[in-house]
């Protein structure tokens, strides 16, 4: 993987200097696992004229032991180790100097992640370095996954996937959802997760449906809809699934048709997820079926995101989302209907894009969609 990790960091020293910039400075977690195979708490990246630096606050070396083999940092990168605390031992203050020390004249930092307190910290440390702007530059690599990453995301869809199924096979009448949403998450690191990717979202009965719903000590009832929405966090790599299901009794019509119009809603976007799409196109083709329906009126303001390193990144499915979808980029697609008072309906998807030619999208989470009576 070192070999990975070098590639990556040269594409981004290509971006910064056809931006002007001898040097980089990567602070945001999740960029910094990215290019260097792992983030120690509170390290830093520069990219420098000289070798790759990952700056990390002391005490030293005996702090990555804690750490399994597949998170440590690269082995090609120099470790540099802080003494101390407070502003002089801030590591990206730490990191602009160095990369004075070794020739540069401009730095680009992540604005978008560094406090106004650090900023203006590098500034009086380093007054005439120029710092500028490395906007989304890392975001903007990760948004296509290579073979490695792609693995990782499906054997953390298997794991999800293996953890809902056993649950649909206990006894859920009378269980709170905060007890079947920590089961869930037991069952993930059972299963081989690092943990679960995001908080575990259960809602019975007039809670389903809801996005990002927090579990309640509500007990399921017989003819509740119930909704699920979990993810597992497979080294690094964070997907999620969610499906409704109705407890004990045969469905009613009411909850039959619109988990119908959500499935409907469902498949119109994942059939829109081609190389080339629209972001913005992907979120019609979703919504303009929950609209037809008379249910346009409080949705979710996305359709779906991109997955990753984090749970919630690039691309945005969402109405004035901006850009085209690439082959091997994995969204999520998860239209939902919640009734206040009454309950509904979420269905969520991971997927990867894929060319027709290649079978089209690639779908990750396979427990069934069907409307299971549990």
């Known amino acids: 993987m070192s070999e990975v990790y070098a590639a990556r960091r040269e594409r ?3 971006r910064c200097a056809a931006g002007g910039s001898a040097a980089a400075l990567v602070s945001r977690p999740a960029n910094v696992r990215y290019l260097a195979g792992a983030a120690p708490r509170g390290a830093v990246l520069l990219l420098g004229r000289g070798a790759d630096l990952m700056v990390c606050p002391g005490p030293g070396p005996g702090d990555l032991g804690a750490h399994p083999d597949d998170e440590r940092p690269d082995e090609a990168l120099r470790l540099h180790y802080l003494p101390g605390t ?4 801030d590591p990206a203050v730490a990191a602009a100097d160095l990369a004075v020390g070794q020739g540069a ?3 680009a930092v992540e604005e978008h ?3 106004v307190a650090r900023h203006r910290s590098i500034r009086s440390v380093v007054p005439r370095l120029r710092l500028a702007e490395l906007g989304g530059a890392v975001e903007q690599l990760r ?10 995301l499906r054997i953390g869809a298997e794991i999800a996937d293996q953890a809902l199924s056993e649950l649909l096979e206990s006894i859920l009448v009378g269980r709170t959802e905060r007890h079947l949403a920590l089961e869930l998450e037991r069952r993930l690191v059972d299963h081989g997760a690092d943990g679960p990717a995001f908080a575990t979202s259960v809602g019975t009965g007039p809670n389903s449906g809801r996005r990002g719903h927090r579990p309640t000590d509500r007990r399921v009832e017989e003819g509740d809809f119930l909704s699920v929405c979990l993810g597992a966090n497979y080294r690094g790599y964070r997907s999620e699934i969610g499906r409704t299901f109705v407890i004990g009794t045969s469905p009613a019509d009411w909850q039959i048709e619109l988990y119908d119009l959500v499935f409907a809603a469902q498949r119109a976007g994942r059939e829109a997820l081609v190389p080339g799409a629209e972001y913005r196109d992907v979120d019609r083709a979703t919504r303009q079926v929950l609209d037809s329906a008379g249910y346009g009126h409080g949705l979710p303001p996305l359709t779906g995101h991109g997955v990753g390193l984090e749970i919630d990144e690039d691309p945005q499915l969402a109405p004035a989302a901006m850009g085209k979808l690439d082959a091997c980029v994995p969204v999520t697609v998860e239209p939902g209907v919640h009734l206040p008072g009454r309950g509904g309906v979420r269905i969520d998807d991971t997927l990867v894009v894929r060319p027709e030619a290649d079978g089209g999208p690639e779908l990750l989470t396979i427990t069934t969609k069907e409307l299971l009576a549990l």
Do not use: I, Q
């Open 86 to 89: 407070g502003t002089g031992g």
């Open 113 to 115: 992640h560094l406090t």
């Open 12 to 14: 981004l020293r290509e």
């Open 105 to 107: 004249d401009s730095l």
């Open 143 to 152: 948004l296509v996954k290579d073979e490695e990453e792609l693995s990782c």
